[in-house]
């Protein structure tokens, strides 16, 4: 709880991946798909939590929470989403404050399947970021 309470973080990404649990949809047992999501305008903040660890330096770890209505078809969570207008309150205000911020994300997500190039974390360039659709054809 301290963590929460006291060392709560954004991380700026453009853009995640996920990859469906069969348990939550059974139809994507033995299809190996993944999906890329973006706010439209490519750009968004996660809340996370952060220490200094003695021997490993700074860490940090992104929140989790109920998956938003795009993705509870295929997984059982999705990072905590904040957004922009709330990014002071998430860093400053106490824990009562920032709790709602915790549920779900309600804004516009755009999700695509991608190629499974995301797969291998060595991998980077517009490649990862392209719909499948224009990868294969």
Known sequence: TRLLTQQRCLVPINRFYEWPDSLVSPKYKNIKTRFCIHPPNDVMLLGGI???HSEHGWQFNILTTG???EISDFHHRSPVIIPPEHAHAW???ELATIVPLLRPYTG??????CDGYVDNARHEG???MSPLESVVG
Do not use: G, S
């Open 67 to 69: 998956p938003t209505p």
């Open 108 to 113: 516009k997500l755009v999700m695509y399947e």
């Open 91 to 93: 860093l400053t205000e």
């Open 50 to 52: 952060y220490k200094l």
């Open 126 to 128: 517009p490649r990862c």
